[in-house]
């Protein structure tokens, strides 16, 4: 197995081992790996740096010249003669600067809501596994549970609770939490077998009897000691689930329930678009769909290799 | 002589039946292992005692009960006078188990991967706060490794030098009383032998005592003063070692001399061990060897034997002449 993380640091960079590595050695020599690796750093690059790449601001209302509406991509306005890479929609707002910002809000819902499954999995995957008993069945029968619905309709219930807590005046400017929050929970199962698998095979190791033999408490046992020896398959889980988390919020503000209009994510763009499809302004659909593909896609093939890079089997 | 360790009665056993709702939907019984049962013997300060036995015989549990990874169902595990499942100041209690250290079977399981070897070492001191400076280095030093080895990983060094390692991080908290797993088995010939006199120079040096489980009658032979047969979570026969290894008195220990490998026994006939040993959760009536015994009479078979004493030797067979 190859680690990353916790190579010494007193050797050459973090960086240059991770070349010289196995892994490194296997990133190389995978083309799909490479390309992917490439796409995903210019949709991130592109939507953390929106702001000032982007040429439009397209949520500034003052800026918006309504005359520049449904303008095709790379052709001159009829009206003002301005032309835009990938056209503008209905308001005159610039595609390509709309899925900038679009990106941003779809990169950031699916971080966070990934690093919230994965916070709330590991925590209760380690407890789970390591403290057995009735702790174990009550986490682990409310994961299947929660496994028997569908991941989007828990987010829908989840979603559809906390608007209904929130009072209507804060809704919008809530809409992005509450969405992390609801696709992050609806998300924390697969984290939790998986890290509970692996500590239960861990905790049987000598290496925990001699901290136990020691002294050490359980949390520390659990934190220190069995916590680092799980990761690698949390890794590549956390992979796959960014690209379901980012297709999830697309699913839900398509669906009209997740970013509300002042803040649109991809999801939101296509939901837009998609209703111009059959009038003739198929841009307005098409370039937003086209980037959450080839983000979601970028982010599964990504996993898909760090997960053969991690199992010795497929070496 | 005052006795270190002493052990009294030590009985241990699992549940091992199937899952409450099969239990009741198949009306099953509930069924358990008897591990250890009635377990008693001393060991004095600074001896070794060598606990030897098949697999499945109990010894790991016993292990794991003195070193208080494992409750004990009954009897008492004492240390330095201290009852370590009922004394209830927990300073004492905690000073007490600060005595005692194991070391285990797998050099490859028993050190976290994750883990530097100097954080590793020093854990035993770092978790009670002590003062841990130069301490993973004077230890490797001690173990025969090198103290530039204390910013590797575990993955960087062979079986030997891993147990190594783990002998290091043992005698860390400087216990008195080591608890060694198999130390040797996981270990190629000539790894074990160099391993061996390290723990036992040790052992000398730093005037410990050791527990010392094993399957291995060479091993015995070579580092105990005292020797504990079990077998099926009995002790059959206990003696001084050399005493042991001159007559042995228990037809199981017999058979266990006559199956070991000896250096001296190229061409010889080496009589098989008869049989295998028995289902613990079914152990047989009478004397628990009985099935196995070339010396068994219908009276081995109704009537268990106790652990006589003759001398030094304490002995449970009908037949075990004073």
């Known amino acids: 197995m190859v680690d990353q993380q916790n190579s010494p640091v ?11 590595s196995d892994m490194g050695w296997s990133f190389r020599h995978s083309p799909v790996a490479v390309i992917s690796l490439l796409v995903v750093a210019i949709l991130a690059l592109g939507a953390i740096f929106a702001p000032w790449i982007a040429p439009y601001d397209p949520f500034d209302p003052a800026s918006l010249n309504l005359m520049n509406g449904f303008t095709p991509p790379m052709q001159p306005n009829a009206f003002t003669g301005e032309i835009f890479w990938l056209g503008t929609d209905d308001q005159g707002r610039d595609v390509f600067s709309t899925i900038l910002f679009g990106l941003r809000i779809s990169l950031f819902v699916g971080f966070s809501a990934v690093v919230l499954a994965m916070v709330l999995g590991i925590t209760l995957g ?35 609770i906390a608007k209904g807590v929130i009072p209507v005046e804060y809704r919008d400017q809530m809409a992005i939490w509450v969405l992390i929050l609801a696709i992050g929970l609806s998300d924390w199962v697969q984290f939790a077998r998986v890290v509970r698998g692996a500590t239960l095979v861990e905790k049987n190791k000598e290496y925990v009897a001699a901290a136990r033999l020691i002294g050490r408490s359980g949390p520390a046992i659990m934190l220190r000691h069995i916590l680092p020896n799980v990761l690698s398959p949390v ?46 302004e198929w841009w307005i659909l098409l370039f937003p769909a086209g980037t959450l593909l080839a983000l979601a896609l970028s982010v599964n093939l990504l996993g898909d290799w760090l997960r053969d890079a991690l199992n010795p089997k497929l070496r | 002589m005052t006795s270190f360790v002493r052990i009294r009665h030590l009985s241990r056993v699992f549940d091992v039946s199937k899952p409450w709702l099969n239990r009741v939907l198949e009306r099953l019984p509930k069924t358990q292992l008897t591990a250890v ?23 790991s549990t016993i292990g794991k009960m003195l070193v208080g990874l494992l409750p004990p169902s009954e009897g008492a595990v004492e240390i330095d006078g201290v009852d370590l499942s009922r004394e209830s100041d927990p300073g004492k209690l905690s000073a007490t188990r600060d005595k005692i250290q194991m070391i285990f079977q797998d050099p490859y399981a028993s050190l976290n991967p994750r883990w530097r070897v100097r954080d590793i070492i020093n854990e ?20 025969g490794l090198s103290p530039a080895d204390a910013v590797k990983y575990p993955h960087e060094f062979s079986g030997g030098q891993r147990q190594r390692i783990c002998v290091a991080r043992a005698l860390a908290s400087q216990p008195r009383l080591i608890v060694c797993d198999e130390p040797t088995s996981a270990l190629d010939v000539s790894v074990q032998a160099q391993v061996l006199n390290l723990m036992s120079d040790l052992q000398e040096d730093l005037g410990l005592t050791y527990l010392f489980i094993t399957h291995d009658l060479a091993v015995v032979q070579h580092v105990a003063d005292r020797i504990g047969v079990l077998y099926l979570g ?43 040993i028995p289902d613990p959760i079914n152990p047989p009536a009478g004397c628990a060897f009985h099935p196995r015994c070339p010396m068994a009479e219908e009276w081995c078979k109704r009537e268990r034997p106790d652990l006589r004493k003759y001398g030094s030797h304490r002995v449970a067979c009908h037949f075990a002449q004073a």
């Not at chain 1, 689930?241 to 839900?252: D, P, R, V």
């Open chain 2, 37 to 59: 049962s009635d377990v008693s013997f001393e060991i004095p300060e600074r001896q070794v005692y060598a606990l030897v036995g098949e697999s499945g015989s109990g010894k």
């Open chain 2, 234 to 276: 009995r002790l059959v026969e206990e003696a001084d070692a050399e005493a042991l290894f001159d007559a042995p008195r228990h037809p199981y220990t017999q058979m266990l001399f006559d199956a070991a490998p000896r250096m001296d026994g190229f061409g010889r006939e080496v009589t098989p061990p008869k049989g295998e």
């Open chain 1, 10 to 20: 007193a050797r050459p960079g973090a960086l240059r081992r991770f070349w010289d």
């Open chain 2, 124 to 143: 035993p001191v770092a978790a009670k706060g002590g003062d841990t400076r130069g301490l993973a280095e004077r230890l490797l030093e001690q173990v």
């Open chain 1, 235 to 280: 890794l590549v889980i956390a992979t796959i689930s960014l690209a379901l988390a980012i297709i999830a919020e697309a699913t839900l503000s398509f669906l009209g329930i997740g970013a509300p209009p002042t803040q649109p994510s991809l999801g939101t763009l296509i939901r837009i678009g998609q209703g111009f499809l059959f009038s003739g």
């Open chain 1, 126 to 160: 380690l407890l789970a596994g390591y403290l057995g008993g009735w702790v174990d069945t009550i986490i682990m029968r409310l994961a299947d549970v929660q496994l028997t619905f569908p991941a989007i309709l828990v987010a829908m219930l989840i979603f559809g």
